[in-house]
């Protein structure tokens, strides 16, 4: 093996390693979704038919009447190995708090999931009484980073 060959191996197994190590670190933490209009947000989703940036959801949305103090949403897939272990932490926070949790099916609801810019399941958000998402995970939650979170919402 040559010199170059030995570089782009090198290369590619660092790049690995990188994308491991970041996988690892932002893999199912909860982050803040930032309120709208201070810049900071992480929510890139749009308003039906008004192209602005937003952050809340409502019941025409989700199909169900939100939780006067939180609802949990959880975008599904049927080939996810994580969605049924997510599905019973969320049930679980659920039941707990009292408050609604909802499971979608990214594929049934294509739209919502690209307009919330949902990349993978399983996808969290928490939503607050009026619809408003304040946290978001890709990928499987971590369950005391949630738990928290909701408990934030509820005032637990």
Do not use: N
Not at 78 to 91: D, F, I, S, W
Not at 105 to 130: F, I, K, M, N
């Amino acid at each position: 093996m040559d010199l170059t060959g030995v570089l782009a191996a090198v290369g590619v197994l660092t790049a690995a390693s990188a994308f491991g190590l970041w996988r690892k670190r932002t893999d199912g933490a909860v982050r803040t979704v930032a309120p709208i209009g201070s810049g900071a947000g992480t929510d890139t989703g749009t308003d039906a038919g008004t192209g602005a940036g937003t952050h809340r959801l409502g019941a025409d949305d989700l199909g169900i009447a939100l939780d006067t103090r939180a609802t949990l949403v959880q975008f599904s897939s049927k080939v996810c190995q994580y969605c049924g272990p997510t599905r019973r932490v969320l049930t679980e926070l659920a039941d707990r708090h009292a408050v609604t949790y909802l499971d979608i099916d990214a594929e049934e609801r294509l739209d919502l999931a690209r307009r919330l810019t949902v990349l993978r399941t399983p996808t969290v958000l928490v939503l607050d009484g009026e619809g408003r998402i304040t946290h978001r995970v890709s990928g499987p939650p971590r369950r005391d980073e949630l738990a928290a979170a909701v408990g934030e919402l509820v005032g637990a």
